[in-house]
Every structure is written in C-alpha cells, then in structure tokens.
C-alpha cells in the first residue's frame, strides 16, 4: 500500500553533532513534503515542511532537501541537543491534498 | 490559545466494549483528522472530517467511525474492539481545506485506548 518509509529506525548522535535523518517516498503525485517531530507522551509537532518545485528549505537549525529523481527526503539537525530527542516522521500531502501520509518515524537519541 | 485538546487521555476497555473518543480543534480550524498509532509505529490515518462531512477514510473496518459538530469538535467510535485496536488514537487540526496552511496538522496529545 501507500507509505512514507525511513532507512533507519534509530539514530544515536553525540550532543553538538550533526544529525541526518531520512525518509524515502512511494507516491510520486504529491507536491507538499513535512517533517514532524514527536516527543514523548505527546503529538507530533510541525518542524518544517517543503514544496515539490524546491529541493532545500532552511529552518533554525533545522534543513530539508527533497530529491525527487530518487524520491527522497531528508531532515538535517545542526549541532544537535538533547532537546532534540525524539520521533522524527516525515510525512506527504499527496495532490488534492485529501490526507497526509505519514511514515514509520526514526528514534532520534543524543548523547551528552 | 488553546491547543488541540483530546479527552480521555486515557481508556480501558475490553473486548467487545465500545469506546468514544473526544477530540476540540484549535479555534478557527474546521478540518479534523484521526490517526491512529500502534506502539512503536507510524501513523494511519482514520479519518478527516471538514465542515461537519466526512471527506475520506483510511483502510478501516465500518466499527472505526465518527462524526463532526457544529462546533468543529469530533468524536471517534470503535464498536466490537478487538485487541489489535490497542494504540494511541491521535486526533489534528487544520485550517478548512484549500486554504494556506491547510495542509500543517497541528495535534492533539493523543487518547490511549487499551483493549483488554
């Protein structure tokens, strides 16, 4: 069926590195790309999101590129924190928009 | 302002039982969606309502349904449970479909449902 899927399940990184976390998409007729992250014990929240006809988008700390040749996606942390531990899920708004499909979500732990 | 708020946050049931669940958008947005999360996975999406009418519906059984107010807020019915509908059942909010920014769900803290 339709998914969002992500190399890895789990990601350990040192407190100040970098961290990269990424996703590869199945559906090919979607122009809106997000990531979220979740902590524990409460929803998802909105980190930064993407449009199709972009391929890097710079938040606080925070990168998205978008390859769509190889329909891939991938969430860059700059020197990250402990506060930056969490679930990270990227997620896709197909066209027409009807529902966000959300992949299977990367444990992201930092190490002090 | 208030967030997304769901309610119960948390529910035991056991097999056969029904269980409803609540869930209030953010003030202003009148799409609602229900997801929902098995431990340790991702997010299906169940259901979203926009404008008091059920606009599309995940890959589940008729005993998943709901229903919007009014007032924007929804409620989450699942008949006959089994134990496989043990999961977070997380509800979101958006802004009315085809709007800017309707595509940003912003959630709620989800109700554990546990089915006995």
């Known amino acids: 069926g339709e998914s969002v899927g992500l190399h890895l399940p789990t990601l350990s990184v040192q407190e100040g590195d970098n961290s990269i976390i990424n996703c590869a998409y199945s559906n090919s007729a979607s122009d809106y790309f997000i990531w979220y992250k979740q902590e524990s014990g409460k929803g998802p929240q909105f980190i930064i999101d993407?449009?199709?006809?972009?391929d890097k988008r710079q938040g606080q700390r925070v990168t998205v590129l978008l390859n769509k040749t190889v329909k891939h996606l991938s969430l860059q942390i700059a020197a990250t924190q402990p506060g930056d531990s969490a679930v990270y899920f990227c997620?896709?708004?197909?066209?027409?928009?009807?529902?966000?499909?959300f992949g299977a979500g990367t444990r992201l732990f930092v190490k002090a | 302002e208030a967030g997304v708020t769901q309610s119960p946050t948390h529910l035991i049931k056991t097999r056969g039982q029904q269980a409803t669940l609540r869930c209030s958008p953010i003030?202003?947005?009148?799409?609602v969606y229900w997801y929902q999360q098995a431990l340790g996975l991702g997010l299906q999406f169940l259901l979203w309502?926009?404008?008091?009418?059920?606009?599309n519906r995940g890959n589940f059984p008729p005993r998943f349904s709901g229903r919007q107010f009014p007032n924007y807020s929804s409620e989450l019915n699942v008949n006959a449970l089994e134990l496989e509908d043990s999961a977070l059942y997380l509800c979101?909010?958006?802004?009315?479909?085809?709007?800017?920014?309707?595509?940003?769900?912003?959630f709620g803290a989800g109700s554990r449902l546990t089915v006995l």
């Open positions: 003030s202003g947005h009148t799409s």
């Open positions: 997620a896709e708004v197909p066209t027409g928009g009807f529902k966000t499909i």
């Open positions: 993407i449009r199709s006809n972009m």
């Open positions: 309502y926009d404008e008091g009418e059920e606009r």
């Open positions: 979101a909010s958006s802004l009315a479909s085809g709007s800017a920014g309707a595509n940003v769900l912003t």
